[in-house]
């Protein structure tokens, strides 16, 4: 057997031959098809007169150019007239929103169900007659209800993003931020204390090396440390990092609905898709939406990045200050050529200097909220250096380090190294070290905890978009093989999620429909146990071209995101006129 294909039993195999454009067979989006394509063109000049005409480029990264679907905002109806006709009269002069109830319903179109998901769960949806499932809960006379079971003194389920006040302060540079500069000021000292007993050490002899004590040698701990006995201290720690089950923050696609869906099937910890520190400083409401937590999340984390210490913490402490973290972690692994070009993300593993600042004084704002960093083995994958920062991130303060197995130039190729995971993890003191890479069964789990025992606990990231079961299997310490009709269950859940979040009217169903979509194109890849002629199935592996046991199985199995539309149709109606999607990474296969 070829290494890299997941073999499929014979009777469920395809011909080769049926690979037309409409066939409904698993087949990658951005592909082997497109691969040749790419190696066809590179040989030909480039037009534009650019001296790397003949040199081929490789794709990577986003669709930056794909469609987006925008809901032109004249369309919108009135806030004055949500609940319908016969409310309080607008009192804005010069409206430029619809105030013609009877027209905008025409004109929203047919309902796309008889109930309402958020109307029958808490008793009143706030999008009112803009509903897409509005005749759930309006009356004969157009005018939104409220259900007996409604309370209106019950607690927010959702928590956090950004206050009109607070996006004031921050766009008025109102925000006190002291705190940071003290911080930061003590982590400079701290420093420049290190680097003056590093020099020295290189002027004294190996005799005064030998005799000099390592508590002497290093100043340790976040910016401001007053335990003295540093990190050789068992400290009790707010958050117990060790033997968890932790779902990885993932752009884009680990929104608030999918990070619910894992909380169900047992992650025990989350974290919010990566915010980048310079738009949260600047109040910007798309940025702070990223830190919106659910009630079910008992343990989440905001991942922020950046590229100056500053602003890191400044970002850190306004988190801490305004919203409902339990621990912030900071990413500088984060491949995407933008953040690394502008020295953010994992261009931060090879300017130490800056990196102290950052985890001394992040760490050192409070006792009370732990710092953690997440960091790839390296930038090169010939020359990997967290066996380095590892110990040093520890001693700078941090409360937990998530090691991916890969560099930055493998991205998600190849296999993740959790041998040499196992080698960083042995070097740690006291601090929890959570391995990352590859994990997308329990068979996986249980090879690389044996792999790594130093590991305190695991992170998983592509595994749970394939599998959201994965943390299930993992508890039970058994497979679990759901069929294609719970399969649709638990997109439909994801979808009644979404509408909640996002909200019920066009806006909010669309939003859904997009997120929905991009998650599928990872679920796809998603191969039925009985199915298999080895399972379990491997993260990197690329199935034989395979019909599913029934139809349902069979399209959702489909790597045509045409398909994945019918599946979004099947659930929130039909899509608009004109609609196409295209995946946000072209790394979404394999």
Request: aromatic residues 8%; neutral net charge; hydrophobic residues 30%.
């Amino acid at each position: 057997m070829e290494p890299g294909i997941c073999y499929i039993k014979p009777e469920y195999l395809l011909a080769e031959a049926n690979n037309g454009p409409n066939s409904e067979v698993n087949v990658s989006v951005d592909g082997e098809s497109n691969k040749r394509k790419h190696a066809e063109d590179a040989g030909t000049p480039n037009e534009s007169g650019n001296k790397r005409g003949n040199k081929k480029e490789r794709k990577r990264g986003q669709n930056k150019n794909r469609p987006v679907f925008k809901d032109e905002r004249y369309s919108h109806l009135c806030h004055s007239l949500i609940d319908g006709a016969g409310g309080p009269p607008c009192a804005v002069l010069n409206c430029r929103y619809v105030h013609d109830v009877e027209a905008f319903v025409a004109a929203k179109g047919v309902d796309l169900g008889d109930v309402c998901y958020v109307y029958a769960t808490k008793g009143y949806c706030g999008r009112g007659v803009t509903c897409r499932f509005a005749k759930a809960h309006t009356d004969a006379q157009g005018r939104n209800m409220k259900a007996e079971h409604y309370d209106e003194q019950a607690a927010q389920t959702t928590c956090n993003g950004i206050s009109s006040e607070l996006q004031v302060r921050l766009r008025k540079h109102d925000y006190d931020f002291s705190r940071t500069k003290e911080l930061i000021k003590q982590a400079e000292k701290l420093r420049d204390e290190r680097k003056q007993q590093e020099q020295q050490k290189k002027e004294e002899g190996p005799a005064e090396k030998l005799a000099e004590t390592p508590e002497e040698s290093t100043p340790i701990g976040s910016a401001i440390d007053d335990n003295p006995n540093g990190r050789d201290a068992q400290r009790k720690p707010v958050i117990d990092f060790r033997e968890k089950l932790v779902l990885s923050p993932l752009t884009t696609v680990g929104n608030l609905p999918f990070r619910r869906i894992c909380k169900e099937f047992g992650a025990d910890i989350t974290c919010g898709e990566m915010a980048c520190a310079v738009p949260l400083l600047k109040g910007l409401g798309q940025e702070w939406a990223l830190t919106k937590r659910h009630e079910s999340e008992d343990i989440f984390g905001v991942q922020v990045c950046g590229n100056n210490p500053n602003v890191i913490t400044q970002a850190a402490q306004v988190l801490h200050e305004t919203a409902r973290v339990d621990y912030i972690d900071l990413n500088i692994g984060c491949p995407i050529d933008l953040i690394y070009q502008q020295g953010g993300g994992s261009a931060l593993m090879r300017r130490t200097n800056i990196l102290e600042l950052t985890v001394r004084s992040c760490a050192a704002l409070s006792d009370r909220l732990p710092f953690t960093v997440k960091m790839r083995t390296g930038i090169y994958a010939d020359k990997s250096v967290a066996h380095e920062l590892l110990p040093l991130v520890e001693q700078w303060g941090a409360a937990a380090v998530t090691l991916h197995g890969r560099s930055r130039e493998q991205r998600y190729t190849r296999q993740a190294n959790w041998t040499y995971i196992e080698q960083c993890a042995a070097q740690a003191r006291h601090m929890p070290v959570i391995g990352n890479g590859d994990i997308v069964s329990y068979e996986d789990y249980v090879e690389r905890r044996a792999l790594a025992p130093h590991v305190s606990s695991v992170m998983i990231g592509r595994g749970a978009l394939i599998k959201p079961w994965i943390f299930q299997e993992i508890k039970q310490q058994k497979p679990w093989a759901p069929t294609s009709t719970q399969r649709f269950e638990l997109l439909r859940r994801y979808c009644n999620y979404g509408l909640e979040h996002w909200g019920s009217d066009t806006k909010g169903v669309e939003n859904t429909r997009r997120f929905l979509l991009e998650w599928q194109s990872f679920l796809y890849r998603y191969i039925p146990e009985e199915l298999q002629l080895s399972p379990p199935q491997k993260i990197n592996e690329r199935p034989q071209k395979y019909r599913g046991r029934d139809e349902m199985e069979t399209l959702m199995s489909s790597g045509n995101s045409a398909d994945w539309v019918k599946l979004s149709e099947m659930l929130l109606g039909p899509v608009p006129e004109g609609f196409s999607f295209v995946p946000k990474h072209k790394a979404n296969a394999f």
